[in-house]
Nanobody, 115 residues
Framework: QVQLVESGGGLVQPGGSLRLSCAAS????????MNWYRQAPGKQRELVAA???????NYADPVKGRFTISRDNARKTVYLQTNSLTLEAPPVYYC?????????WGQGPQVTAPP
């Protein structure tokens, strides 16, 4: 059974940073591309960043230069370093992979802004 377990969400100030983690189990992690998506309230889920098995990375235009995706195959974990966050509508970030014969999603760590 494939599982993606995310961590690292929480309260962040505008312009601040978070490091999100996604630990995978049930798949041969090193073989597959890993993705981070986000979904803001009332909006569609969008691809933020992807990293291939060969460590090639791609980013959505809005986050280029501010976000960094990386992976640790020994720990079966993918990371998303988010800098200079804008928090008009804090999104939920989801880890994803279509490896292992399916389409698997994490539970989504919430990024929240202070009141």
């Amino acid at each position: 059974q494939v599982q993606l377990v995310e961590s690292g969400g929480g309260l962040v100030q505008p312009g601040g940073s978070l490091r999100l983690s996604c630990a995978a189990s049930g798949i041969i992690f090193s073989r597959y591309t890993m993705n981070w998506y986000r979904q803001a309230p009332g909006k569609q889920r969008e691809l933020v960043a992807a990293i291939t098995r060969g460590d090639n990375t791609n980013y959505a235009d809005p986050v280029k230069g501010r976000f960094t995706i990386s992976r640790d195959n020994a720990r079966k974990t993918v990371y998303l370093q988010t800098n200079s966050l804008t928090l008009e509508a804090p999104p939920v970030y989801y880890c994803n992979t279509t490896g292992g014969g399916g389409d698997y999603w994490g539970q989504g760590p919430q990024v929240t802004a202070p009141p």
